[in-house]
């Protein structure tokens, strides 16, 4: 019985456990088998890393007060969030990263930075 490469086909010659006739073969075929989750992956990232962006611009001096429009102005997306925090008296932070918020009234959210 003659082995094939996976990806292209080709015959293979060498080893008996060999899958792939080349290193470019391997890489192909596994970048397509692994392309659906290195996507989602991919696309959680692009976004936690725009929601740090703007709660970083948004937040320069590690502490302030901004409003829900602000935020989704900016293109937050409260979805996103890496960590909950509460606290002894109930109160739940969002964090994205070290760059954190906290449901007011009126619809503000109060912005902190965690030191790590």
């Known amino acids: 019985m003659q082995r094939q490469c996976l990806e292209c086909g080709d015959k293979l010659i060498g080893r008996v456990d ?12 596994n970048n397509r088998l692994n392309k659906d989750s290195k996507n989602l992956v991919r696309n959680v990232n692009n976004r936690l890393r725009k929601n740090y962006r703007i709660l970083e ?6 502490k302030t007060k901004v409003s829900r ?7 937050f997306d409260f979805n996103y969030i890496t960590t909950l925090y509460t606290t002894k008296v109930g109160k739940t932070y969002y964090f994205v990263y070290n760059q954190g918020y906290l449901p ?5 959210f109060a912005l902190v930075k965690r030191e790590n």
């Open 18 to 29: 060999k899958k792939f006739c080349s290193d470019a073969c391997r890489n192909t075929y």
């Open 57 to 62: 611009q948004l937040n320069p001096n590690q």
């Open 104 to 108: 007011l009234e009126d619809d503000y």
């Open 69 to 75: 429009s602000k935020l989704i102005e900016k293109g």
